[in-house]
């Protein structure tokens, strides 16, 4: 699992933001995950916790209906409304989070300086070691298995996330 050093992670809250193509899909419920775990642990208060899209074809819009059923299955709600990456987001984060290659390259191009580049880090990192995924597939094109493939990987990675920081 990727280590988090502690220049990286300011002191105070932890301030996350999840990164995909729609923010229908994967980071919506990335933040959904996140926030349940955080507020199971009682530690809501700590943690700073948003998605967007580096695309813009469903900003304002709830997350995608399948992700929404498949994430209520297991007790997490997706509330979220679809909104773009802006530059301002490489300021009020500390951590940016990106499911796939593709979103890691956007977000390098559209990082306004080699600090907040230091920022972008991959959702992979964060899977248990032997996982045999390496980024977070887009299920939009897939059926139910696609979506729960997503929720199964993004559970494992923010569950070792939040571990990692909450030692911080
Ligand atoms: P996401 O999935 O990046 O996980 O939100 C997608 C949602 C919509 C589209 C692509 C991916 N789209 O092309 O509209």
Not at 41 to 63: C, K, N, Q, V
Not at 90 to 115: K, Q
Not at 145 to 150: D, I, K
Request: with cysteine.
């Amino acid at each position: 699992m990727r280590y988090i050093s502690n220049d990286m992670m300011k002191k105070g809250k932890h301030k996350v933001l999840f990164v995909c193509l729609g923010n229908i899909c994967r980071s919506p419920a990335a933040e959904g995950i996140m926030r349940d775990i955080t507020s199971r642990a009682g530690a809501d208060s700590e943690w700073e916790i948003d998605s967007a899209g580096t695309g813009r074809y469903h900003i304002g819009e709830l997350p995608d209906r399948r992700m929404r059923v498949h994430a209520r299955e297991r007790g997490i709600d997706l509330t979220h409304h679809c909104r773009q990456v802006c530059s301002s987001d490489f300021e009020d984060f500390d951590l940016i989070i990106g499911m796939d290659e593709s979103n890691l390259r956007d977000l390098h191009r559209m990082a306004p300086s080699p600090e907040a580049e230091k920022k972008i880090v991959a959702m992979a990192s964060f899977f248990n070691p032997g996982n045999r995924y390496d980024y977070v597939p887009d299920p939009y094109y897939e059926g139910s298995e696609g979506f729960e493939l997503v929720l199964d990987l993004l559970q494992e990675g923010c569950a070792n996330l939040f571990d990692s920081l909450n030692k911080q």
